[in-house]
């Protein structure tokens, strides 16, 4: 293997874990300020990715995708979040389930203002090095990977934390409805990404990183 493909797969995986580990802490630090001090008593509010990992969405599901080479993708192991521990819960589950998309908005920022600085710093008289393409496809996935998850985590579908949002919106008779789809949220989310029916999502995605970059 050259090294030109370790750095490709380097550049990938790194803002994948990331921002799939920043996205969780997030979610447990909100969760602190509302009250509850689960995830922090259980040692996941740290950006060490270990704490973090899930066997298959984080390392199984992503090392496959690169090795096929198509769309990368993943998630980490949720932090605990008990809502018993909150004053007003469905008031602080609306935070703390925006709190996960919003980090990923800020993070799509900061990929790219060091696009920005980078391409500011570097000489163009020149063929960029192989450093340079390390880099600016580092960025690249930065900024895709942390809209991909941003725009898929918002769908208002549970267990993802657009479904947790709408949870805390509705009244205690929707809200019920809304538990009892959450068991099932993922086969509804697999159905979805094998029917193509997120392609559009991806699509935009892919424009807007080419825009921004």
């Given at each position: ?180 789809i959450e068991p099932f949220g993922i086969f509804i989310v697999l159905g979805l990404l094998f029917f193509g029916l997120l392609k559009p999502i991806f699509e935009m995605v892919q424009y807007v990183t080419s825009v921004l970059m």
């Amino acid at each position: 293997m050259s090294i030109e493909i370790i750095l490709q797969i380097i550049a990938i995986i790194v803002p994948l874990v990331f921002a799939i580990t920043v996205h969780e802490v997030a979610h447990g630090y909100v969760a602190k300020g509302f009250g509850d001090s689960t995830a922090y008593r259980q040692g996941r509010l740290t950006l060490n990715p270990i704490a973090h990992i899930d066997p298959v969405g984080t390392i199984i599901l992503p090392a496959l995708l690169v090795y096929l080479g198509g769309l990368v993708f993943g998630w980490a192991k949720p932090v605990p979040i008990n809502p018993n521990n909150f004053l007003r819960p469905r008031r602080a589950m609306f935070f703390v389930a925006l709190a996960g998309p919003l980090s990923n908005l800020f993070m799509t920022l900061l990929w790219s203002l060091l696009w920005l600085l980078f391409s500011l710093m570097i000489s163009t008289s020149s063929a960029p090095s192989v450093l340079d393409q390390f880099i600016f496809l580092m960025c690249q996935t930065g900024i895709f990977i942390n809209l991909v998850l941003m725009i898929f985590n918002l769908l208002p579908i549970p267990p993802l934390d657009g479904g947790r949002v709408l949870r805390s919106l509705v009244n205690e008779k929707y809200g019920r409805l809304i538990d009892t789809i959450e068991p099932f949220g993922i086969f509804i989310v697999l159905g979805l990404l094998f029917f193509g029916l997120l392609k559009p999502i991806f699509e935009m995605v892919q424009y807007v990183t080419s825009v921004l970059m």
